[in-house]
């Protein structure tokens, strides 16, 4: 064991080599913490691997600070390095990182020329795993208590969404994955992506996120949606996608946002307030491409439709064309027939009353030749000249009538030909139709609606 050299008295003659410091400190620690082990809670600001030994550097930080209050050099060494990080990969599917709050066993060494360092021999990866729930925990239920956690869930997705402001890291194997598959789609869809740029991890991935976020916000008439997206792999932080502050941005963002962050352990605040959350970058891809596919089935089911019903119209009203020329050919034999029965039976009165009148004329006249036997020839050849006329005249007027109403007929004919519907559209004039019933008025349609416009040759389909 070293002799204490501060039992001696301390001159400018008799001064302290700095060993001798460093040994009495070395001293008063060992005295101190006896070489035995403690349980530490402590945060990791950073950590590297080096010959197989890991070095941390280890901080303590009050609540909602983001200056540490002390630092303090931690090592696992290389024989106990593989246990240590297994174990904690194993229980958190994380590796150890950066930000992460820690609770591990350690033995207090002080070594007089690297100073003073704690000893790392395990860690509990559920005390991480823990800290790490209560402070999700603590953001979900922050944002419940604002009313904004199912936000951005209740929007609706526009039917085509095309145009994406993508927040990732231009070098980020995620957003690399998510723009070959959205290239390289089967369908050939074409899509326009902004990328915005982010630190994706770390202390100030969350702000600089948010930040993008509002840039984006100033420009969201020319986006259909946000999607975040990043690489995968235990060793990477996901803390910051449970930073209350992104997920807030997220959840009351007025577009929907579509995350991929690239993990299956863990699911962070910020996917469960966004929009639709996909386990990798390319399922994020995959969801675009899936939307863009539905709303392309939609429109050729439609289309299809369309078209079915189109034939159906057209059957319809090609039979109800002709069942409404056959009612007018119908209508107008039936008025023919009246009309000529009218006629026989005008003529057959006609002929009635003249016979009747010759048969008086006869009678008048047989009688006048028996009461005026003693007149003169000269006024019997008189009355008989009248009579000659008179008969005459009889014998010709059957004849003008029945002239006079085959003419009326003829009329008819001609008024009831030119009302015929295939007439009327052959003259330039149609007939439009909405749902099969004739328009009438303006008031019939709406702005809209799909009108049939019925020509001498052909239909003409329109919309209002």
Known sequence: MQSNPFAVPNTEESFFRLSDINIGIANAIRQTFSE??????????????????????????????????????GIVWASSWPF??????????????????ILFRTVVRYD????????????DPK??????????????????????????????????????????????????????KLEGNPYGYSFQCDLFQSLLQGD????????????????????????????????????????VRLAR??????????????????????????FVDRITPTDAADFFVEHMLLFENRVLDLLRSISGLSEEFMVEEGARLEDIAARFQVGVTDLLDGELGLLGDMVRSIREHTNSMLSKATFRLAKASINAGQLSKARVAMEKSSLD?????????????????????EGFEKSIAHLDPSNVLKRGFSITIKNGKSIKSPADVEQGDVITTVLYEGKIESRV
């Open 36 to 73: 035995r082990s403690f349980w530490v809670v402590a945060e990791i600001s950073d950590l590297a691997v080096r010959k197989g030994h890991c070095y941390i550097s280890l901080v303590e930080k009050p609540a909602g600070a983001a200056a540490p209050t002390c630092e303090m050099k």
């Open 112 to 123: 007089i020329k690297w100073g003073l360092s704690l000893v790392i021999s395990d860690i």
């Open 389 to 409: 006329r008179f008969e005459k005249a009889l014998r010709t007027y059957p004849n003008r009538i029945t002239t006079d109403q085959l003419k009326v007929v």
């Open 84 to 101: 240590v990080s297994n174990k904690f990969n194993a229980a958190s599917g994380m590796d150890l990182s950066k930000g992460m709050v």
């Open 127 to 180: 005390y991480t795993i823990g800290q790490i729930q209560i402070e999700r925990d603590m953001a979900v239920a922050m944002l419940k208590s604002e009313g904004v956690y199912d936000n951005n869930r209740r929007l609706a997705m526009p039917v085509v969404a095309q145009r994406l402001a993508v927040i990732s890291a231009s070098d980020s194997r995620g957003y690399e994955d998510f723009m070959k």
């Open 249 to 274: 941005a997220v959840a009351r963002f007025p577009l929907p946002v579509i995350t991929g962050i690239g993990h299956t352990a863990n699911r962070s605040v910020t996917d469960e307030v966004a």
């Open 204 to 243: 100030k991935a969350a702000g600089q996120m948010v930040e993008q976020l509002i840039s984006i916000f100033r420009r969201k008439d020319v986006f259909d949606a946000v999607v975040i997206v990043r690489g995968g792999g235990g060793s990477i932080d996901l803390n910051c996608f449970n930073d």
